[in-house]
């Protein structure tokens, strides 16, 4: 096969990078918030034009093409399959919708070394990036990690799928699609080079870490039975916060220290993967309502919380333990109410948390709902069994601006990206002077 000059990638990698600039220059000129429903399940199934055939003919699968190497791999079937991320729920663009774990490829060859293994190495994820453009959604597939073998050849692609979906036909195009024979249009992902091509055929065709790939094929979203399509709505529903101005989330619980106990001030914070409680005997978010009155975008702040309040807090093993904000953080709102209840987070979360020789930082977004009749925001997992919640909050151990440090930290395996459940609830106990926080939409 005559290899395509490596000049053509420079002119494939400016082209795919112009694209990806005005698609975010759409997105930045209108909203940046955008919501998916339908599902919950997700499954991409992969067709193309089997460029073998002499007349067009639509067939299961896909077509890999290693452009410089001018090298295909086809597949005679693809799939992504997974689940939508609390569909209902606003995200940003370039912000997952859903995880596509499960990942089939059967039947893959190359023309030249036949028999071709396609092993997913990652959990890919897709991403709407932009506003819709004539029916269509610039959207992703990312987090795509694949080890490729063929004999005397080892690499692995990687990357991200760019390109467009059609919520009315369900079909995710790539770049490069649709047309005939090979596409020789980086789709976004390229060759790794960790780990690099090994292999004396890997040689001979001069793989090279940031090859680009081209994709000869589009994915239809064929839900299984119990799901429903992709839903995205042009447009993000509105509410308005009233109110306050001052709002505090305190804290209470089941002390699972005493069993039997009554609802007091406080909350447990639980570090799942080493299982290491965290009690606290006062916990508080204290702030003010954003702009009352004023209509905003479900996703955008109800009220911000730049005052922390932690006393009293200790493990059993550490012994006590502080907090310190390092960020404020803010009430958003991230659905329609359902039942009376809206799908919240407390977002921007950053705590500094030191105990004897342990340091460490808690990130992320606690996920949860918020009941304006009652004024309770309620974290996942509660109420639940156990004297802990083990269920994921949204909170992680931080890598940055250090990992847990300190010998304690070691004896108890803290390590970057462990997650944190939350035992308790929040009730917005505003100071005199200050009102509920109330919630309308139009």
């Not at 040689?203 to 429903?228: E, H, K």
């Not at 156990?386 to 909050?393: D, Y």
Request: hydrophobic share 35%.
């Amino acid at each position: 096969m005559m290899k395509r000059p490596r000049r053509l990638r420079a002119l494939l990698a400016a082209a795919i990078t112009a694209v990806a600039v005005m698609s975010s220059m759409t997105g930045a000129q209108a909203a940046t918030l955008y919501l998916p429903s339908g599902g919950p399940e997700m499954n991409l199934v992969a067709s193309y034009d089997d460029p073998r055939t002499p007349e067009p003919t639509i067939v299961p699968g896909i077509q890999l093409t290693l452009i410089y190497a001018d090298e295909s791999i086809d597949c005679s079937g693809l799939s992504f399959g997974g689940s939508l991320i609390k569909p209902g729920t606003v995200k940003g663009y370039g912000s997952p919708m859903a995880e596509l774990g499960t990942v089939s490829a059967p039947g893959c060859t190359n023309p030249t070394y036949g028999a071709t293994t396609l092993d997913l190495l990652s959990t890919p994820r897709f991403a709407v990036s932009g506003d819709a453009t004539g029916g269509t959604w610039p959207a992703k597939i990312t987090n795509v990690r694949w080890k490729v073998a063929w004999p005397s050849c080892d690499f692995t692609i990687e990357g991200t799928i760019v390109g467009r979906l059609d919520t009315a036909t369900q079909v995710f195009t790539p770049l490069g699609n649709p047309g005939t024979g090979p596409s020789y249009t980086a789709s976004g992902l390229a060759i790794a080079a960790n780990p690099a091509p090994v292999g004396s055929a890997c040689t001979t065709l001069d793989l090279q870490p940031g090859d680009d790939v081209g994709i000869c094929g589009t994915f239809l979203n064929t839900p299984p039975a119990g799901s429903t399509g992709v839903v995205l709505p042009t447009s993000v529903p509105t509410y308005t916060p009233s109110g306050g101005p001052a709002v505090t989330l305190a804290g209470s619980y089941d002390d699972p220290r005493v069993p039997g106990t009554a609802i007091g001030p406080g909350i447990s914070l639980t570090l799942i993967e080493p299982a290491q409680p965290i009690y606290c005997s006062g916990f508080s978010l204290g702030g003010s309502v954003t702009s009352p009155g004023t209509s905003r975008s479900l996703g955008m702040p109800a009220a911000g919380l730049d005052v922390l309040g932690a006393p009293g807090c200790v493990n059993p093993l550490m012994g006590p333990m502080t907090f310190t904000s390092l960020s404020p953080s803010n009430l958003v709102l991230a659905g329609s109410p359902v039942a009376g209840k809206w799908p919240a987070q407390i977002v921007g979360v950053k705590w500094k948390v030191t105990a004897h020789l342990c340091e460490l930082y808690l990130e992320g977004a606690i996920d949860g709902t918020f009941d304006p009749a009652t004024q309770v925001f309620t974290p996942v997992g509660n109420p639940g069994p156990g004297a802990s919640s083990m269920v994921p909050s949204g909170l992680r151990i931080a890598g940055t601006p250090a990992p847990p440090t300190g010998g304690m930290c070691r004896t108890v395996d803290l390590l970057p990206g462990d997650q944190v459940g939350i035992r308790g609830t929040f009730t917005n106990t505003p100071a005199a002077g200050s009102t509920l926080l109330g919630l309308s939409t139009p």
